[in-house]
Structure formats: C-alpha cells, structure tokens
C-alpha cells in the first residue's frame, strides 16, 4: 500500500515537472517573440525618420525655417524627424546613404541628381503664395556696371552659388555658351563658389563679385527685406522653370511611410497650425511631385553636355 502511494506520488511528481518544463519553454518563446518583435515592426515602421536640407541660405537660417514645417509633420505622421543640414549642394548626393537620410529637400538639379543616381522617389513640392510651385535662375549684375556682352565680361569676377545647381550653375554656363564663352574658367578673371543664393546676392550687391546667378525666389525674398536688391542689381538672363525643392526619399521606404508624409503635407494648409506654418515659409501650400516634373532640368543638362547620371559635380 505505501509502495503504491509512494509510486503514485513519483507519477505525479513527473507529470508536473513535465508541465513546468514545457510552461518554462512556452514562456522563453513568448519572451523571444517579444524581443523580435520590435525588430520587425521597425523595419517597416522606422523609429524615427532623417530628412536632409540643401544649405539654400547659412546652415542656421536654413534649418530655423524648416524646424516648425518638420516638427508639425512629425506630429502628424507620430515618428520623430531629425534635420540634417548639408554645408554643400552636392553633399546631399554624395552622402545621402552614408549619413543615413530617409529623404531630403532637394533643390531641381540636385533632384534630378538624386532621381538618378539614387533612386529616390519624388512626394511634394511648395506651391508659393501666388500659385507658382517652380522657380526659376538669375544671372545678374549691378546697375551701372555696363556689363552686356561676352567682352564686357572678359577679366571679370563672376559668383557661382555651387556646381550641384540649376539657378547657381548649369543657367550661367548655358547662358555664357549662348554669348560665345565656351570656358568660362579662362574668360573672367576669377570665379568662386558662394555656398548658398543668399551670399552670391550679396557678394555682387556689395561689390566683391561683377557678375552673379542665383534662384529667384530667393533673389526676390532678399529684396523684399532689403530694398538695395532691387535698386541696385540688374537681372541679364533668367532660365526656363524648374521644380521648387522637391521632398523626396529613398526607394526602398516602407509605401505606408511615403503615403503618411505625402497625404500630411498635401493636408497640412487644411488646419490652422499647419497653415500658419506653411505662410511663415511663404507657402500656399504642397502639391504632388513626380519624376516628370524634372524633365526640363534634364534637358538642360543634355543642352550643355550634362549627363546627370555620371556627373561628378567635384571635378567640372
């Protein structure tokens, strides 16, 4: 009789350390599941999201006016945004991948750079007060210069915003082709690269450059503040129009991601938050961008030689 008991207890006592056993191996799966599982829904949910911006204007300026536009969007998309300011145009291409960028605001000929080179999917562009949502290059003078022709310009100081621009660059050396100057870098005197349209402005207004070529919409929102733009500059040729900077992001972003920021930020002029922000930028509001829209900047390029998807902006 105890031998039965005791037999009957050893089967018990087996059964429950079997149960154990399999709750314990129930328990370190669920507790596996739940640390992949983070893994996974980052993949297609990313943490927080990179967005790049072309140095436009000085790096501090550039990044204070897009700093309420971001934080707004990752409000509304509810994933953090980081801003990473590029010193140079072309930096944006050369290192989007390195510095880990999901998208960038691209300017039309760093774009379509990017749209080649890259891979990168076009969302939303500005559409400014006024209704434009393209802008357009400026090469300009001071007034009084007698500065018109070809030899007018020879042994002159010309300012260049950078290699990786349409406004800054590629209108300039189809605009000195037209004029007869096939290589500029023997024609003036000397030639240099601002950096940003603001400082090529400014060196030509304050003398330290004779000729200069910048966007529009920054020549002009410069002479809105400073009436000596207008007053005291001369536009000598404009391009054709070209995509306003563009939000694009890389190819392979989950297709919930790009829909979220292109659905809030085609929304964003709909609530008053959202508006008010966009007018402190100058901004109606933001309208679809596809890779058609660059069309014109490639043809461009192709005028002068360019081909957008081997172009080394460093060595030209």
């Known amino acids: 009789m105890n031998f039965s008991r005791r ?4 089967s018990t006592a087996t059964i429950g350390l079997a149960f154990l056993v399999m709750l314990t191996l129930f328990l370190i799966g669920c507790d596996q599941q739940e640390q992949t599982t983070p893994v996974q829904q980052s993949k297609n949910n990313p943490q927080k999201l990179t967005i790049g911006l072309i140095p436009e204007q000085d790096i501090f300026t550039q990044k204070k006016r897009y700093e309420p536009l971001l934080a707004q969007l990752s409000k509304e998309i509810g994933v953090p945004i980081d801003i990473r300011i590029l010193p140079r145009y072309g930096n944006i291409i050369d290192n989007f991948n390195e510095l880990g960028l999901d998208g960038a605001f691209f300017g039309s000929f760093t774009g379509a750079m990017a749209i080649k080179k890259l891979g990168v999917e076009p969302l939303v562009r500005p559409q400014y ?8 290059g400026m090469v300009f003078v001071r007034k009084g210069s007698g500065i018109r022709t070809a030899e007018d310009m020879r042994n002159k100081q010309m300012v260049f915003v950078d290699r990786a621009t349409t ?17 500029y870098k023997t024609w003036f005197k000397e030639y240099y690269f601002s950096g940003t349209h603001e400082d090529a402005i400014n060196d030509v207004l304050n003398g330290l450059a004779d000729i200069g070529a910048a966007k529009n919409t920054v020549f002009y929102r410069m002479a809105a503040a400073n009436n000596r733009v207008s007053k005291e500059l001369e536009i000598l040729a404009t391009s054709p129009h070209v995509p306003a900077n563009s939000l694009a992001v890389r190819g392979d972003l989950p297709d919930e991601v790009k829909q979220s920021l292109k659905k809030q930020l085609l929304e964003m002029h709909q609530s008053l938050e959202g508006k008010a922000i966009l007018e402190d930028l100058k901004i109606e509001k933001f309208v679809e961008t596809t890779v058609d829209d660059y069309q014109p900047v490639l043809d461009y390029a192709a005028g002068i030689g360019l081909d957008l998807q081997t172009y080394n902006y460093l060595n030209n």
Do not use: E, M
């Open 7 to 10: 037999q009957q207890f050893s």
């Open 129 to 136: 007060i006024g209704g434009s949502s393209t802008y357009y």
């Open 167 to 183: 406004a800054g660059y590629l209108l300039p050396l189809s605009y000195f082709r037209s004029l007869g100057i096939d290589d």
